[in-house]
């Protein structure tokens, strides 16, 4: 049996070498990068909130060499007791709140819910729990009284957050963005506004989610509630900030 001569195309197969070897390093390439930048292809959701970290990371008040200061540094805001932790959580709090006077119009962070907690102080409300961040010094929250804060529902991985809006002191178009939204405490806006939430990340603090129940006890929602934790534990924070601590609650 004879079979039909196969032709060899000699000026088409350089072609066809190089358009593989274009596939191949394409692909190599792809993979490199995801590897390298996992972030890229995650939902937006996760990567909004990634970004913010990656923001923090390069944020030159922000020590990324991690928290060699000990100690805690006195706020110059009405709050309780008005400490922070020495170095990153105290000096990134200053410059957050600068941010907020620039784009917003207002000094929304001179009062504040709470910051500094005693050592040994005992929480009463439902949703607050003993080994509260606020005892570390790299915790606050906001002043929920203030009229201005517009608090938007949103959800990353089954969990419940809130992004917090504030409505700018000037609606002349100065300040912040014209925004339509539809907010959980006071319906649906239309107005200038500056994104507190995106701010705080950009200068590293960051959320946390609701409490299960939040529904039943308005304590457990937590919009109000930003922490530095800068990878640390609980514990490993607490004695970071009562070492030369400078407060003057008994427990430190």
């Known amino acids: 049996m004879t079979y039909p001569a196969v032709k060899y195309d000699y000026h088409r197969a350089p072609y066809e070498r190089c358009r593989r070897v274009i596939i191949f390093l394409f692909v190599f390439s792809t993979a490199i990068s995801c590897l390298i930048n996992p972030w890229k292809v995650r939902s937006p959701e996760v990567s909004s909130e990634r970004n913010a970290r990656i923001s923090a990371a390069r944020n030159p008040l922000v020590n990324n060499s991690g928290p060699s200061q000990r100690g805690s540094h006195r706020i110059n805001v009405v709050a309780p007791l008005p400490y922070l932790r020495s170095g990153n959580p105290a000096n990134s709090f200053q410059a957050l709140r600068q941010s907020?006077?620039?784009?917003?119009?207002?000094?929304?962070?001179?009062?504040?819910?709470?910051?500094?907690?005693?050592?040994?102080?005992?929480?009463t409300k439902p949703g607050v729990i003993y080994n509260s961040r606020h005892k570390s010094g790299d915790a606050f929250d906001y002043n929920q009284e203030d009229s201005?804060?517009?608090?938007?529902?949103?959800?990353?991985?089954?969990?419940?957050?809130?992004?917090?809006?504030?409505?700018?002191?000037?609606?002349?178009?100065?300040?912040?963005?014209?925004?339509?939204?539809?907010?959980?405490?006071?319906?649906?806006?239309?107005?200038?506004?500056?994104?507190?939430?995106?701010?705080?990340?950009?200068?590293?603090?960051?959320?946390?989610?609701?409490?299960?129940?939040?529904g039943r006890e308005p304590s457990k929602k937590e919009h109000w509630?930003?922490?530095?934790?800068?990878?640390?534990?609980?514990?490993?924070?607490?004695?970071l900030v009562k070492a030369n601590s400078s407060t003057a609650a008994g427990g430190w």
């Open 148 to 214: 201005r804060v517009l608090l938007v529902r949103e959800y990353m991985s089954r969990r419940t957050y809130w992004r917090t809006y504030l409505l700018c002191e000037k609606q002349d178009g100065s300040l912040g963005i014209k925004t339509d939204l539809h907010t959980d405490n006071v319906g649906r806006v239309s107005a200038y506004v500056f994104d507190f939430t995106a701010a705080a990340g950009r200068f590293g603090w960051e959320r946390i989610p609701a409490k299960e129940g939040w």
């Open 225 to 239: 509630h930003y922490q530095m934790t800068e990878g640390l534990s609980f514990d490993r924070a607490v004695t």
């Open 100 to 123: 907020v006077i620039a784009g917003a119009g207002f000094d929304f962070l001179a009062r504040v819910g709470d910051m500094m907690r005693d050592e040994a102080d005992r929480p």
